[in-house]
């Protein structure tokens, strides 16, 4: 007959009269009238019965404790029982104790038997609680079912088992059996126990013999933490774990999970929670069979039993290692190339008595270790930033698919394992991302981002949510997230008309631990918007030029809004779109070169339009022709007038720390001033007017020998600064005269480039500017997650 669940109780959970009722409510309101219940001894009774143990194998007078232990189990029953139920469970606990007194006269003879007198009257005791209450209840020795052949790790006779129990639970249909733990029997009716964790082992094993669908361990925590929560205020409880993770973690040494525990879950479709019996209410931890949403888990021991093997053959050392395993004294983790190994302290003597054995060789054992560990399905991506973490006296990481495990001095385990926790198990940064201008690079970093932000959660360890897109006139808010890969028609269905100011407002409500503001606009409203957008705590990052290239006075009032308020704003795509001018600068800054001069070609217009420029050809005409092939502006006086250069290289000169304005960059623009103003069409109509001037440029510079490029120059003089933008006739040996049609180039002379380091590519284009974007936005993040 199959129970539906097994709840299981530890020591803590019946440490008092109080413990009892508290488990007694919770069978009543959290399980079925045919649950299994599995009990450990109540409170410290174990600890108590070795105690006796060994004091009479001393030869030592036993009758205080005798008393104080008797005391302690009549007052739980006078707490709990009325009536005949008292009477007779106080009837058998005296008669318990006349067999006690017999049997300490032979302690290590009788040492399981009197081991196991704490989880009997635990069992009895659980029972008779639920009777008194109407309850169908009643106490089972697991002796009388569960067998086991013994050794070092006694192994179940499964199916001999599984029948005995399948009698038991015929013979007493919608009954809760509460059942020892902690005990079975051999082939011939010794007692055997089950070690360390034993309760806990038989509750799954009882819970796999009787074809339970789940088994709760109740016990004294809420479940399993990413941490101690004594030693890290904030260690959070994990709602699911995978069985795979759990086991790791239990052959950690964790002490809320052990190895032996979830041998039977590996055999039998057993679900396992890990409970509190102190708040049952509370969120707990599923043990899943497959997959399970769970942060990494730091594990630590604050001293383990390091055993040195010195002298022991590599080949002998593999051998004895793996026999420890086979023997239930599993390393922690072990060294073969220093021919150490660690255990758990309470299995230190049976370990070095089996290597001393294997190895014929002396075995030195130390305690001034201890162990820190992470446990993860994601390991092999956190091997990185915990190595980081490791001192000098740290042993070395040793990694698997599933953990990462060093030994450190003991006296340094509770600073490692905060921070391994700060740094590799801390919850997912959560990061909103608001997209302004849905354009042409908005809409490519849109689609971009749709391929990219799973693995971009791998990378930063970090959820990015797209919370926001604002287009000119609407705008798109969600706080659970836009899916990225549908926002086109999220868009189109459920944006609306907004104000700016309405749109910071909701989004500094947003519950995220920051926000980033994506500006992919020529917008120069938005970029006045920038301090307000600070002051919401927003971190920015800029494709548009506005700000960067706006008065000093409002780009410097920026600056220090993001000092005082710890904010970032990057806009490398402003100059250069995905090539890496700003990166460079930095290096060469850091490396302490002093830059003399940037010369550059920053349009890719212009680049086209003078790399075919050769005068045989009207200007005006490859003009039109670019106009066509979509390389220039809807309008090219936008690219022919060079503010977009003159932009480029104030936000250059700006980043190199010099304070100028935009009129104190110097602009020859090809527009001339009568077309400057006129309407689109009308410009169009008259275009030819560009051509003698730029015809007579070019003649004037072939007779140099020459070729013309439209360049900007930033000269770092000592006694005065030199900026500029204009024509230019250059050398065909120049850099610049064998630039591709349609590249940017940048050309930096410093003390140690000073025949120019070249930095050359698409400066412009949806899909460069859109990666540029994405860059400066991980650049952001990856300071925020340190």
Not at 174 to 202: C, F, K, M, P
Request: proline share 4%; net charge negative; glycine share 6%.
């Amino acid at each position: 007959m199959a129970r539906s669940h097994l709840h299981k109780f530890g020591g803590s959970s019946l440490a008092d009269a109080d413990c009892y009722r508290r488990v007694v409510h919770i069978l009543l309101t959290q399980g079925q009238a045919d649950d299994l219940v599995v009990v450990s001894a109540a409170g410290k009774t174990t600890n108590a019965l070795i105690a006796l143990i060994e004091q009479a194998s001393r030869g030592e007078d036993t009758a205080a404790a005798l008393t104080a232990l008797q005391d302690f189990q009549r007052q739980l029953i006078s707490q709990l029982l009325i009536g005949d139920e008292a009477q007779s469970q106080q009837a058998q606990l005296n008669a318990d104790f006349v067999r006690l007194a017999g049997w300490l006269k032979e302690p290590q003879q009788q040492r399981n038997v009197i081991q196991s007198l704490g989880e009997c009257w635990s069992a009895r005791l659980l029972a008779a609680a639920l009777r008194q209450l109407g309850v169908a209840a009643a106490s089972l020795d697991a002796r009388d079912f569960l067998t086991v052949a013994p050794g070092l790790t006694p192994q179940p006779i499964e199916q001999y088992s599984r029948d005995l129990l399948e009698q038991r639970l015929v013979a007493q249909p919608h009954t809760r059996l509460v059942i020892t733990g902690y005990i079975a029997a051999d082939e011939q009716g010794d007692t055997v126990l089950l070690g360390r964790n034993g309760s806990d082992y038989s509750a799954t094993l009882i819970g796999s013999l009787a074809g339970v669908q789940g088994v709760t361990i109740w016990t004294d925590v809420e479940g399993v933490f990413n941490a101690d929560p004594n030693l890290l205020d904030d260690a959070r409880l994990q709602t699911q774990l995978s069985l795979d993770e759990a086991d790791r973690l239990a052959r950690l040494g964790s002490p809320v999970l052990h190895p032996r525990t979830l041998q039977p879950l590996k055999q039998h479709a057993l679900d396992l929670n890990v409970r509190s019996s102190y708040t049952p209410e509370r969120p707990y931890t599923r043990i899943l069979a497959g997959e399970a949403d769970a942060e990494p888990v730091v594990t630590s021991l604050s001293r383990v039993a390091l055993l040195h093997c010195e002298g022991a053959a590599p080949d002998a050392l593999g051998e004895a290692f793996a026999e420890l395993e086979q023997q239930g004294l599993a390393p922690l983790v072990s060294y073969p190339e220093r021919a150490a190994v660690a255990v758990l302290e309470e299995q230190a003597d049976a370990a070095e008595a089996l290597l001393a054995d294997r190895l014929a060789s002396p075995v030195r054992r130390d305690h001034s270790h201890g162990l820190v560990g992470l446990v993860s399905d994601g390991a092999t991506r956190l091997r990185g930033a915990f190595s980081r973490l490791l001192g000098r006296q740290a042993w070395p990481l040793k990694a698997d698919a599933l953990a990462l495990v060093t030994l450190v001095p003991a006296e340094q385990v509770a600073d490692l394992t905060a921070r391994v926790h700060r740094r590799c198990a801390g919850a997912r940064k959560r990061i909103g991302l608001i997209v302004a201008g849905k354009g042409n690079i908005g809409s490519a970093w849109l689609d971009q981002f749709a391929g990219y932000q799973a693995r971009i959660r791998q990378d930063l360890e970090a959820e990015l949510t797209l919370v926001a897109i604002l287009g000119q006139n609407q705008a798109l808010l969600c706080e659970r997230g836009i899916v990225p890969a549908q926002w086109r028609e999220h868009f189109d269905a459920d944006a609306s008309d907004y104000q700016l100011d309405d749109v910071v407002r909701q989004l500094a409500a947003l519950p995220y631990d920051e926000l980033v503001l994506l500006d992919i606009t020529a917008s120069a409203q938005l970029s006045l918007a920038y301090p307000r957008l600070l002051e919401a705590g927003i971190h920015l990052v800029s494709a548009n030029k506005q700000a960067g290239s706006g008065p000093l006075a409002f780009y410097q009032q920026l600056k220090q809004h993001l000092a005082e308020r710890h904010l970032y704003w990057r806009y490398n795509a402003t100059v250069g779109a995905g090539l890496p001018i700003f990166y460079a600068l930095d290096d060469l800054r850091r490396s302490g070169d002093r830059l003399q001069r940037i010369d550059g070609v920053f349009s890719g217009t212009l680049s086209w339009l003078f790399h075919h420029y050769d005068g045989q050809r009207p200007f005006s005409e490859l003009v039109l022709e670019a106009k066509a092939e979509g390389l220039t502006e809807p309008d090219p006086r936008d690219d022919l007038s060079g503010v977009d250069m003159q932009r480029k290289l104030l936000i250059l000169a700006r980043e190199l720390g010099v304070a100028l304005e935009l009129e104190q960059v110097a602009l020859e623009s090809l527009v001339p001033n009568a077309l400057k103003d006129l309407p689109l069409d009308q410009f169009l109509a008259r275009i030819d007017e560009l051509d003698t001037p730029l015809a007579d440029a070019v003649a004037e510079a072939a007779k140099a020998g020459k070729v013309l490029r439209y360049t900007a120059a930033l000269a770092l003089e000592s006694d005065r600064l030199v900026a500029r933008v204009g024509l230019d006739a250059v050398t065909p040996e120049h850099p610049f005269a064998s630039l591709p049609a349609g590249d940017n180039q940048f050309l930096l002379r410093s003390d140690y480039y000073p025949d120019g380091l070249v930095i050359q590519g698409p400066g412009a284009g949806r899909a460069v500017t859109a990666a540029a974007v994405q860059s400066d936005l991980v650049a952001i993040c990856r300071r925020l997650l340190h």
